[in-house]
């Protein structure tokens, strides 16, 4: 992507609906019922549209804010931080949320490489407004001495009615920073058209059948794939509930569940585990959800059965990157079993409406059912490609096909089966280690709760494996016995050379568990010294 992202002059054929409009349709049809939801604050649809209304006038209008401008956004989830991205693509402008527990230093690195006009920052976050000396115009979410206050902005243009502008099916709406699992993040440029049938596809494979007597709950950060999940609420009016407390509360979530009727959510399968695992599940009617939308990476086959089993046949798991915003695979419910011999164990599922997936070579030839390859996808809901970074670009598109950066086989019938990331994979002695396979064997050890195995750097050998494990509480088994266990389900080569015991998995801010992260920790503690 170059640096210019205005269009200027829309051609007939492009000419595509502001996403801003969603919240307007909802307005409209649906105006005194309740759309937002916040520990005890509700909002009407209508005072929501009349909220964002109000915040596109003050950025375009006392701000300065124009059609192509970003506007970068640290914020906790809130509701003004929700109001604020559809005021955003009002005007025309880009919404550039960050990952909210980065640091300082990285969020202005997210400023200026995204060359972001203007910051919109939660009060408690001073020192990341402050970093980001790069933009022009900062306004607060809550009373700060550092900016002018979001609600200050809503009470001055009250009732002000600022028409959308127009843009085009290719106009940048979203800069998504992928979580940079190798180097700097990235911004992938997600365009109004593009989002249009992601949220459309979302409603079509996800959750079939939702509507304004629906509810969805939110357990995840808003600035990425829970943002998009919402969008998509949105589209169809439904209820979205935003839980009070930030930090993540399993309880808090099962009682919200109960007390709004909640009929979908959409996490992470970390997320997943620990609300079927924790006792409120039991205290609480979960009866009405009916769709438990897992993404991230796949879940676990234990984890799997035991969230059917808890919650029954609800699970619809989909596989996506930021970059084609989570529109690749959808693994629905009826495809979900208790029993073994009906599950198609380990798959992500199938390609999603209009999406076509494929298992490609190093030369981008596809390469037979159940030949282990790279993912590679086209379709409308691939990104517009990395925001000013032609190198990134060019490493990632081959024949107009995107590269996922995954490893995977297809059976005969489409089913989708992830091995890992390319960067997962390690090669020990000269054969392919996928992590995967090896983490699946030990989770089905009744004392293992999570587990991780990274390659890392051998004299001998090259590089060898080594698992990180979680056990259950109260559970503890010898080392030697759980490589005993993992020895005869896989063959010797396979068997990590050595273990590491923690108490607990660190997560993501999205609660994924992710190789660079463990492998951090592991350096930070001195247990994984080979590595500099």
């Not at 205005?6 to 595509?16: A, C, E, K, Y």
């Not at 009929?263 to 006792?279: A, D, Q, S």
Request: charged content about 20%; overall charge negative; aromatic content about 10%.
């Amino acid at each position: 992507m170059s640096q210019h992202v205005h269009t200027s002059t829309l051609p007939v054929s492009t000419r595509v609906m502001n996403l801003s409009h969603l919240l307007t349709e909802s307005s409209r049809r649906l105006a005194d019922e309740i759309g937002f939801a916040w520990g005890d604050s509700t909002w009407t649809w209508k005072e929501m549209e009349e909220r964002s209304r109000a915040f596109a006038y003050a950025l375009s209008h006392e701000l300065g804010l124009k059609k192509g401008d970003r506007l970068l956004v640290q914020s906790s989830n809130c509701n003004q931080m929700f109001e604020a991205m559809f005021a955003c693509w009002r005007i025309g402008a880009v919404w550039v949320p960050t990952n909210y527990r980065q640091s300082p230093d990285e969020v202005a690195y997210l400023a200026s490489s995204s060359g972001a006009r203007a910051l919109l920052c939660g009060a408690s976050f001073p020192q990341h407004a402050a970093a980001c000396d790069s933009v022009e115009i900062t306004v607060s979410i809550g009373k700060s001495d550092f900016a002018i206050d979001y609600e200050t902005l809503i009470t001055r243009y009250s009732g002000q009615n600022l028409a959308a502008v127009d843009v085009g099916r290719d106009d940048p709406a979203w800069f998504f920073f992928t979580s940079g699992t190798t180097g700097r993040p990235k911004a992938a440029v997600l365009t109004h058209g593009q989002m249009a049938f992601v949220i459309t596809n979302h409603l079509c494979d996800l959750m079939p059948g939702t509507g304004p007597e629906d509810a969805s709950i939110v357990v995840a950060p808003l600035s990425h794939g829970a943002g998009v999940h919402q969008l998509a609420q949105v589209a169809h009016g439904v209820k979205t509930i935003l839980p009070a407390e930030e930090k993540f509360d399993p309880a808090t979530i099962w009682r919200l569940v109960e007390q709004w009727k909640v009929t979908n959510l959409f996490t992470v399968p970390t997320i997943v585990k620990m609300l079927i695992e924790h006792p409120s599940v039991n205290q609480y009617d979960h009866t009405s959800l009916r769709y438990v939308i897992y993404a991230g990476a796949p879940m676990y086959r234990s984890d799997q059965v035991k969230a059917l089993e808890t919650l029954g046949p609800v699970l619809v798991q989909y596989f996506g990157l930021g970059e084609v915003t989570g529109n690749i695979t959808v693994l629905p419910p009826a495809f979900h079993h208790i029993d073994d011999s009906h599950m198609k164990i380990g798959t992500c599922g199938f390609a999603r409406t209009g999406i076509q997936a494929q298992i490609q070579d190093s030369n981008g030839v596809e390469v037979p059912a159940g030949e282990t390859g790279e993912i590679a996808v086209i379709g409308p809901a691939v990104f517009a490609g990395y925001y000013n970074n032609d190198e990134a670009n060019q490493k990632s598109f081959r024949n107009g096909w995107f590269l996922t950066g995954d490893l995977g086989h297809m059976d005969d019938e489409g089913f989708v089966y992830l091995t890992g990331r390319v960067s997962d994979m390690y090669i020990s002695g000269g054969s392919n280690i996928y992590p995967r396979e090896i983490e699946e064997k030990l989770l089905s050890h009744p004392a293992v709760s999570e587990t991780a195995v990274l390659g890392v750097p051998d004299p001998v050998w090259g590089e060898v494996g080594m698992a990180v494990c979680v056990f259950y509480p109260g559970q503890h088994v010898e080392i030697s016995s759980l490589n005993a266990w993992l020895s005869e389900r896989v063959a010797r080569y396979k068997v990590p050379k050595s273990y590491v015991i923690w108490s607990e998995m660190p997560k993501t801010a999205y609660g994924k568990i992710t190789k660079k992260l463990i492998r951090e920790t592991l350096i930070e503690r001195g247990e994984l010294k080979e590595i500099s």
